[in-house]
């Protein structure tokens, strides 16, 4: 009996740990740039985007940003290759939530910042199957940035 009991308790005790969560959760992502000053600048005016202090004060060609709920992006000074050109992606893009939707959209529309639906389509509103609206726009390097109304 007492092996039996032991027995199971292992057993459950292996399959519990190898089913147990590793709390993950997103923390930061990063993007390079082509100019760090001007894409610093787009993310704090455009997005509104708070940035933080580095570990590396002195190292100048990253920068953070909070996102909310414990959550940053950095931007980092890329590495130019001979070519120059950064091409990214629509599907490879940062997304945020907001909560008055219609209001942001005006305030792009005061910037001069041109939005699109996924397909490209200027000034068009992306309507998701579960009723979340979504806009695409790009930033000074080329990375898009999806603006939704999804609630979290």
């Known amino acids: 009996m007492k092996s039996l009991i ?4 292992l057993s459950l005790s292996s399959i519990y740990a190898n089913t147990q969560s590793f ?6 992502s990063t993007i390079q740039v082509e100019n ?3 894409s610093a600048e787009f993310y704090k005016d455009i997005l509104n985007l708070k940035e933080l202090e580095t570990p590396w004060p002195e190292y100048k060609l990253i ?3 909070e996102t909310g709920k414990n959550q940053q992006l950095h931007i980092a000074q890329a590495q130019i290759d001979k070519y120059g050109d950064i091409k990214v992606n629509k599907v ?4 945020f939530a907001v909560k008055h939707f219609n209001d942001y959209l005006k305030y792009l529309n005061e910037k001069g910042i041109t939005y699109s639906n996924f397909s ?10 579960d009723g979340v609206r979504q806009i ?3 930033d ?3 990375y898009w940035i999806e603006i939704n109304d999804a609630n979290h």
Do not use: M, V
Request: without cysteine; hydrophobic residues 40%; proline residues 3%.
């Open 92 to 95: 490879l893009h940062l997304a």
């Open 140 to 142: 000074p390097d080329g």
């Open 136 to 138: 695409y726009f790009q």
């Open 23 to 28: 709390g993950l959760e997103h923390d930061h």
């Open 63 to 65: 920068r953070f940003f």
């Open 36 to 38: 760090i000053d001007i």
């Open 6 to 9: 032991l027995f199971l308790t």
């Open 120 to 129: 490209g389509k200027s000034n068009i509103i992306q309507l998701r199957t």
